[in-house]
């Protein structure tokens, strides 16, 4: 640890020139400045606790003559003291310049201002109406009475229930839930993050448990939560948004956490759009790592694009991420994982595209934009050679699958052969058996002949609950978004609600 504090002096005037720029966290631009920074400035202070422990007041104040000055500055910066981490580690480094038996005037009067940050920092635990009226007055919103309005609220709420419970025989299975306003839930998740935490892993869990492929029951719990509207004001966006991010890290991309950060995305936008006419936050604050003109495009609904011209916008898309991706000169937007991750946010533009690819007779063979758009769809990890040979394969498949098309004798087996599957040579990765999965389902469902040989197509594909699981998941997905687009295809629509139906009893 020694070694760590030889270069505490020189990080010491850094974080001193810092606080001194976020003055309060007051602007825009220094409470995004502080979010960002927040890790590393919690790292100096535990590396700064840990020279602090080892001295006595005098020796700390002798080698940081300025330490008073930052951990006052520190004490009063709201979006620093919004973490319990933040609080944690302060109370750590006040509590060793605190004399235990002051033996003169100027160690007292340390002792005391030292006593008084303490208490300031402790009173963000209590009920402290006008610590949250300062709070909600530097975040630009009007004082509210969060805690007189949160008493109100659970009284007039535990009244209701005890009035439905009298009514119906005090009947303890009926429970009421307790509301808040949102600009109460607002004030909580900034000031706790823990409680915002404790919503996310809450949807986690209806994720792992029977929520898991019913779209529509999870966008009922997101409205509910009210995280998409909550997730407007940046700084709660982004920390959502990095818990997605982990999430997906931690689970190799699986295609639930990504179908329920796309619902996510698209209630946020919604919520975002009916709260801001004007919009109060640039878009770069919420996405600060990707290109502002690909947010922009990204941002389109599809159902304002007349869908005659959905295959050109897929196409610009595609040409976007490319140059991003692939341009070297682009590295400021944070390499490929970045710009992945931002495009799975609006992962529909993917779906459609294998759409396209099987419905639209614009071209003879496959456009290489839309190639190269699901290929990077499946993943951040490829490189540009996995890629190029991902585009190969589904190419190849896509080029069986149209010829089929017209097939007046099709069979489940004509379409295991187009998928090359059972065939000879190198087993296709994971993620490209996936994609492959995905082109012969919506095939099925698209297909004139597709619907008659659809069934026995998926007993043959859904050899493990792994893949079942997909297929329930694929079919949900589709028919939510159909919903969102208005999408007018009553066979294809009937016939994925039959198989989603059979499919979740048989699962």
């Given at each position: 640890m020694a070694q760590d504090s030889v270069g505490l002096p020189s990080d010491f005037q850094f974080w001193m020139r810092k606080l001194s720029v976020w003055d309060q966290a007051s602007t825009l631009e220094t409470q995004q400045d502080t979010c960002l920074h927040l890790p590393q400035f919690q790292e100096f202070l535990r590396q700064l606790y840990e020279a602090l422990k080892e001295m006595d007041s005098n020796a700390i104040i002798e080698r940081f003559p300025t330490i008073g000055q930052l951990l006052a500055k520190t004490c009063w910066n709201p979006f620093i003291l919004a973490y319990d981490e933040s609080q944690k580690i302060l109370i750590w480094c006040l509590c060793c310049l605190i004399k235990k038996d002051p033996q003169n005037s100027g160690e007292s009067k340390l002792n005391s201002w030292t006593q008084g940050l303490l208490s300031h920092i402790l009173s963000t635990f209590r009920s402290d109406i006008k610590e949250v009226d300062l709070f909600t007055q530097v975040l630009g919103y009007a004082p509210t009475d969060y805690y007189p309005g949160l008493l109100k609220n659970m009284v007039s709420s535990l009244v209701s229930e005890l009035r439905e419970n009298h009514l119906n025989g005090f009947n303890t299975q009926r429970r009421k839930k307790i509301s808040l306003p949102m600009s109460a839930i607002l004030c909580l998740w900034l000031r706790h993050l823990p409680s915002l935490e404790n919503t996310m892993l809450h949807l986690f869990e209806k994720l792992i448990s029977g929520e898991r492929n019913f779209l529509k029951r999870i966008e009922c719990f997101m409205k509910d939560s009210l995280l998409p509207a909550a997730a407007c004001h940046p700084a709660i966006f982004r920390v959502v948004d990095e818990m997605f991010r982990y999430a997906l890290l931690e689970t190799d991309g699986a295609l639930e956490v990504l179908a329920t950060l796309q619902v996510f995305t698209r209630c946020f936008v919604e919520a975002l759009e009916k709260e801001n006419k004007q919009l109060k936050f640039a878009f770069k604050t919420y996405f600060p790592y990707a290109s502002p003109s690909?947010?922009?495009?990204?941002?389109?609904?599809?159902?304002?694009?007349?869908?005659?011209?959905?295959?050109?916008?897929?196409?610009?898309?595609?040409?976007?991420?490319?140059?991003?991706?692939?341009?070297?000169?682009?590295?400021?937007?944070?390499?490929?994982?970045?710009?992945?991750?931002?495009?799975?946010?609006?992962?529909?533009?993917?779906?459609?595209?294998?759409?396209?690819?099987?419905?639209?007779?614009?071209?003879?063979?496959?456009?290489?934009?839309?190639?190269?758009?699901l290929a990077f769809s499946c993943g951040p990890g490829a490189g540009h050679q996995q890629r190029a040979q991902t585009m190969v394969e589904v190419k190849a498949v896509l080029s069986c699958l149209m010829k089929l098309l017209t097939s007046p004798t099709l069979s489940a087996r004509d379409l295991q052969a187009a998928a090359g599957e059972g065939g000879e040579g190198a087993p296709r990765p994971p993620a490209c058996q996936q994609l492959i999965r995905r082109l012969l389902l919506n095939f099925l469902l698209w297909a004139p002949g597709g619907h008659a040989i659809a069934r026995e197509v998926i007993t043959l594909m859904a050899q493990t609950d792994a893949i079942m699981h997909e297929i329930i998941g694929f079919l949900d997905q589709t028919l939510y978004r159909w919903d969102h687009l208005c999408v007018e295809a009553p066979r294809s629509r009937k016939l994925a609600q039959e198989l989603l139906a059979e499919l979740r009893g048989q699962a």
């Amino acid at each position: 640890m020694a070694q760590d504090s030889v270069g505490l002096p020189s990080d010491f005037q850094f974080w001193m020139r810092k606080l001194s720029v976020w003055d309060q966290a007051s602007t825009l631009e220094t409470q995004q400045d502080t979010c960002l920074h927040l890790p590393q400035f919690q790292e100096f202070l535990r590396q700064l606790y840990e020279a602090l422990k080892e001295m006595d007041s005098n020796a700390i104040i002798e080698r940081f003559p300025t330490i008073g000055q930052l951990l006052a500055k520190t004490c009063w910066n709201p979006f620093i003291l919004a973490y319990d981490e933040s609080q944690k580690i302060l109370i750590w480094c006040l509590c060793c310049l605190i004399k235990k038996d002051p033996q003169n005037s100027g160690e007292s009067k340390l002792n005391s201002w030292t006593q008084g940050l303490l208490s300031h920092i402790l009173s963000t635990f209590r009920s402290d109406i006008k610590e949250v009226d300062l709070f909600t007055q530097v975040l630009g919103y009007a004082p509210t009475d969060y805690y007189p309005g949160l008493l109100k609220n659970m009284v007039s709420s535990l009244v209701s229930e005890l009035r439905e419970n009298h009514l119906n025989g005090f009947n303890t299975q009926r429970r009421k839930k307790i509301s808040l306003p949102m600009s109460a839930i607002l004030c909580l998740w900034l000031r706790h993050l823990p409680s915002l935490e404790n919503t996310m892993l809450h949807l986690f869990e209806k994720l792992i448990s029977g929520e898991r492929n019913f779209l529509k029951r999870i966008e009922c719990f997101m409205k509910d939560s009210l995280l998409p509207a909550a997730a407007c004001h940046p700084a709660i966006f982004r920390v959502v948004d990095e818990m997605f991010r982990y999430a997906l890290l931690e689970t190799d991309g699986a295609l639930e956490v990504l179908a329920t950060l796309q619902v996510f995305t698209r209630c946020f936008v919604e919520a975002l759009e009916k709260e801001n006419k004007q919009l109060k936050f640039a878009f770069k604050t919420y996405f600060p790592y990707a290109s502002p003109s690909l947010v922009m495009v990204l941002l389109q609904h599809p159902k304002d694009i007349p869908q005659g011209l959905w295959h050109q916008a897929l196409k610009h898309i595609s040409e976007m991420l490319k140059e991003v991706v692939e341009d070297q000169t682009h590295g400021s937007y944070g390499g490929p994982f970045e710009s992945w991750f931002l495009f799975v946010h609006f992962g529909g533009w993917a779906d459609m595209a294998a759409e396209q690819l099987l419905t639209s007779e614009a071209e003879a063979e496959a456009p290489e934009a839309l190639l190269w758009l699901l290929a990077f769809s499946c993943g951040p990890g490829a490189g540009h050679q996995q890629r190029a040979q991902t585009m190969v394969e589904v190419k190849a498949v896509l080029s069986c699958l149209m010829k089929l098309l017209t097939s007046p004798t099709l069979s489940a087996r004509d379409l295991q052969a187009a998928a090359g599957e059972g065939g000879e040579g190198a087993p296709r990765p994971p993620a490209c058996q996936q994609l492959i999965r995905r082109l012969l389902l919506n095939f099925l469902l698209w297909a004139p002949g597709g619907h008659a040989i659809a069934r026995e197509v998926i007993t043959l594909m859904a050899q493990t609950d792994a893949i079942m699981h997909e297929i329930i998941g694929f079919l949900d997905q589709t028919l939510y978004r159909w919903d969102h687009l208005c999408v007018e295809a009553p066979r294809s629509r009937k016939l994925a609600q039959e198989l989603l139906a059979e499919l979740r009893g048989q699962a």
